[in-house]
């Protein structure tokens, strides 16, 4: 039996997330040969306190403290500003790193950060979680397979059923890098192509203080990829009908979408029609729950040298890349072209 000693920083809700998922993981790793335990730590102490008590994990007063006791990889759930000094200090202490998109607030912030793992010959994850969902899984595997042909137009869609505070909002960096950059990502990902371009609009009819702290509650890129092949992805926070996520993509001999089952969050206006017939998710956590599992244990994997790195931080600074130039089309109005090469 192996021992992974997993450490955690951060347990709001994400975190409390990742908490949950590792624990519920421990028999399922325990059949692979792998006994799994948390340490956790939390500048709210009193909450950390309980979170680690309630699950069975050991809590440790500071990072600091949680990387000098003897973890074997750690996981980083804290707010965003926070994640370049987490990620340097699990890289000092030399071991794997997990850690919540992005890896800054920004590409600018985010390349010294990938200096300094490169340097140090850091292995570091990036929690862009749905290149664990099976349906995306899925369609790169008909692509790849050359049953689609060649893709003619995606569309993606990220839709919030309820904004989150806009508290959050104030310092999320915008729609298009708090949300759509999952999108960004998995285009990426899943074509093997770079974006290029980005033309953003957006809107606000919602909640006015949204608008006040500078950002929207929809918006729409167009992006061109380098190819020439087109698609849009579209976001917002006001999806009454539920949590939506969905990935279309028409190939010249097949098409298919990622998240078209019996919760998606539509209803047909076709007579006689009743698919889809299930209770739409309400959040990301129920939309993905299998992903975010699924991306735990790959991360206990990579910490056991069983494979190779799932979503490198390049892969995530690429994709905050394309949701920069989205953020500055939707500020500007015009067309941007996406930095593919930006020095440190």
Aim: proline content about 4%.
């Amino acid at each position: 039996m192996n021992d992974v000693i997993l450490g955690l920083v951060g347990v709001g809700r994400i975190g409390l997330m990742h908490a949950n998922n590792i624990m519920a993981l421990k028999e399922t790793l325990r059949r692979r040969g792998v006994n799994i335990r948390l340490k956790l730590t939390d500048v709210a102490t009193d909450h950390a306190r309980t979170v680690a008590a309630g699950l069975g994990a050991e809590f440790v007063p500071s990072v600091a403290e949680l990387l000098a006791s003897g973890v074997d990889g750690l996981v980083v759930a804290t707010g965003t500003a926070t994640h370049p000094e987490l990620i340097r200090a699990g890289v000092d202490a030399g071991v794997p790193v997990f850690c919540e998109k992005p890896v800054a607030m920004n590409v600018s912030d985010a390349l010294p950060v990938l200096d300094y793992i490169s340097e140090n010959n850091g292995v570091v994850q990036i929690g862009h979680q749905r290149r664990f969902d099976a349906g995306y899984l899925e369609a790169k595997r008909a692509y790849q397979a050359g049953e689609l042909g060649w893709i003619h137009s995606l569309r993606a869609v990220t839709c919030d059923m309820t904004p989150p505070p806009v508290e959050f909002l104030a310092t999320s960096g915008g729609l298009f890098r708090d949300c759509s950059v999952h999108d960004f990502d998995i285009l990426r990902w899943l074509t093997g192509r770079e974006i290029v371009e980005v033309y953003a609009k957006g809107s606000n009819n919602g909640d006015p203080a949204i608008g006040d702290v500078g950002d929207v509650d929809t918006a729409l890129a167009l992006v061109t990829f380098d190819d020439g092949t087109v698609g849009t992805v579209s976001a917002s926070r006001y999806n009454g009908a539920g949590h939506d996520v969905r990935l279309e993509i028409q190939g010249s001999s097949g098409s298919v979408m990622v998240g078209l089952d019996e919760k998606t969050a539509l209803s047909s206006a076709e007579p006689s029609v009743t698919f889809p017939g299930g209770k739409p998710h309400e959040t990301f956590a129920g939309r993905f729950d299998q992903a975010y599992r699924s991306e735990i244990v790959a991360f206990v994997e990579l910490v056991m040298g069983e494979r190779a790195n799932p979503c490198t931080p390049d892969d995530a600074v690429a994709a905050s890349r394309v949701a920069d130039a989205a953020q500055e089309s939707l500020a500007t109005g015009v067309p941007v072209k996406v930095a593919l090469k930006v020095s440190s």
